[in-house]
């Protein structure tokens, strides 16, 4: 059964640690890598996540841009809804 939980990372000197995949066409954004020791990996992001929501906005049909744009703009801190 899939779950779905949110996670709240804070900002690292080196960002939040973890790069995506997907977004072209209809394909959904997945976490692609969680870097060992990143602010991802200390809040239990996990490889093959797939994102839903960045802050509270779906981002359902976005591309791959689209969202890390929208992670690039989390200054301080970034609120993901994930399903697992």
Do not use: W
């Not at 997907?22 to 060992?36: D, E, M, Q």
């Amino acid at each position: 059964m899939e779950e779905t939980r949110t996670v709240t990372m804070v900002r690292r000197m080196d960002g939040f640690g973890f790069s995506i995949v997907g977004g072209h066409g209809h394909l959904p954004i997945y976490v692609k890598t969680v870097f060992s020791g990143s602010a991802a990996d200390s809040s239990g992001l996990c490889r093959g996540d797939r994102i839903l929501a960045v802050d509270g906005v779906s981002v359902d049909g976005m591309g791959h841009d689209q969202v890390v744009a929208m992670l690039n703009e989390a200054v301080a801190s970034v609120t993901l809804t994930l399903q697992s």
